[in-house]
Nanobody
Framework: QVQLVESGEGLVQAGGSLRLSCTAS????????MAWFRQAPGKEREFVAV???????YYADSVKDRFTISRDNAKSTVDLQMNSLKPEDTAVYYC??????????????????WGQGTQVTVSS
């Protein structure tokens, strides 16, 4: 079992920045791909970014060049630095941990463990 706890909830103006953090406990953190997903009101949960155990990263087109995902295996943390925020980035953001063998790391079914979510609100 892996327990994930997000932090960094906030309200920012468009163009601003916010950093989300996720701390994992339980099984060996480095054995998991770590990702961020988000869900806006009335919409399905969507992929934001993933960082694999060796550090390879992938981003959704909507956040590419604005968001940066990073991980610290020694501290069992994964962060999401969000810059140039837009109102359409408003959502509940979820941290997720998934098995290294997952063939597609951009879908929610690739992840076994989820945090409780943290709210990000971007005002125009």
């Amino acid at each position: 079992q892996v327990q994930l706890v997000e932090s960094g909830e906030g309200l920012v103006q468009a163009g601003g920045s916010l950093r989300l953090s996720c701390t994992a406990s339980g099984r060996t953190f480095s054995r998991y791909n770590m990702a961020w997903f988000r869900q806006a009101p009335g919409k399905e949960r969507e992929f934001v970014a993933v960082i694999k155990w060796r550090g390879t990263t992938y981003y959704a087109d909507s956040v590419k060049d604005r968001f940066t995902i990073s991980r610290d295996n020694a501290k069992s943390t994964v962060d999401l630095q969000m810059n140039s925020l837009k109102p359409e980035d408003t959502a509940v953001y979820y941290c997720a941990a998934g098995e290294l063998t997952a063939p597609n790391t951009q879908i929610s079914s690739a992840y076994n463990y989820w945090g409780q979510g943290t709210q990000v609100t971007v005002s125009s």
